[in-house]
């Protein structure tokens, strides 16, 4: 009953379905990962195939968990629930990929070493492991940092065998950033776009446990083709 209420929890935190696979033939498809704690866990292609290290085929099915993309700093609903706990129920339900949006202004945030703009929203009764400093009564004296929280969730993942998908959803921190249409917004150009994508690919080559980073305007494509039917009509 605990475990089924965690995970309603965390469902109710944003988690959505987002990779499905076809069915394969069980014995020649692993369908997680090893728990890791090195970095020799690498993916790469072979041919339509995506396979470990040894050759084998990997089977990615995958969830989405937003946060860091829309101002919380942290994945949302940690201001509930227990992050390492919902990143444990993910590798338990079998998932093993976590797609994970961001922005442009958070990654050159975290480049750059600037603060956070807020307390990232996390309930740090569940969380006592992203407490960074505790005075000599035990109180919390110092919150971690959003990279550190994030750098957390990262080291977490490599040791349940979940894989990260970074997705750079837009380029300002917004909580409507879906419905930004391009990869450059007011503030933010096309090399600030480039310079996130060149420091998180640098920051992270040695690790085996993000094995993409994308920019997805999916989504606002679809918004904009609607527009150009919409003035076709008016021309007509």
């Not at 050759?55 to 992050?83: A, P, Y």
């Not at 961001?102 to 569940?126: A, H, R, Y």
């Not at 933010?188 to 993000?210: C, G, N, P, R, V």
Request: glycine fraction near 6%.
């Amino acid at each position: 009953m605990r475990r089924g209420k965690k995970l309603t929890a965390l469902l109710a935190a944003g988690l959505l379905l987002t990779t499905q696979a076809m069915p394969v033939a069980e014995s020649a498809v692993t369908t997680a990962s090893a728990a890791d704690d090195t970095q020799d866990d690498w993916l790469h292609v072979e041919g339509d195939k995506i396979v470990d290290m040894s050759g084998n085929e990997v089977w990615l099915i995958g969830v989405n968990w937003f946060g860091f993309n829309v101002g919380s700093q942290v994945f949302d609903g940690v201001w509930s629930v227990s992050m390492h706990d919902c990143l444990r129920l993910i590798a338990d339900h079998g998932f093993n990929l976590l797609r994970v949006p961001m922005s442009v202004e958070i990654l050159l945030q975290w480049k750059n070493g600037d603060p956070d703009p807020s307390t990232p929203k996390v309930n740090f009764t569940t969380n006592p492991e992203l407490i960074a400093e505790f005075d000599e009564n035990g109180t919390p004296v110092k919150y971690m940092y959003s990279r550190d929280i994030w750098d957390t969730a990262v080291k977490w993942c490599k040791e349940l065998g979940i894989k990260i998908m970074v997705d750079i959803h837009s380029a300002p921190t917004h909580a409507s950033g879906h419905q930004f249409p391009l990869w450059y917004a007011e503030g933010f150009t096309d090399a600030d776009w480039i310079e996130s994508l060149e420091w998180l690919a640098e920051t992270y080559k040695d690790d085996d446990t993000i094995v993409e980073a994308f920019t997805d305007y999916g989504e606002r494509m679809e918004k904009i083709d609607s527009l150009r039917r919409q003035l076709k009509r008016l021309g007509e």
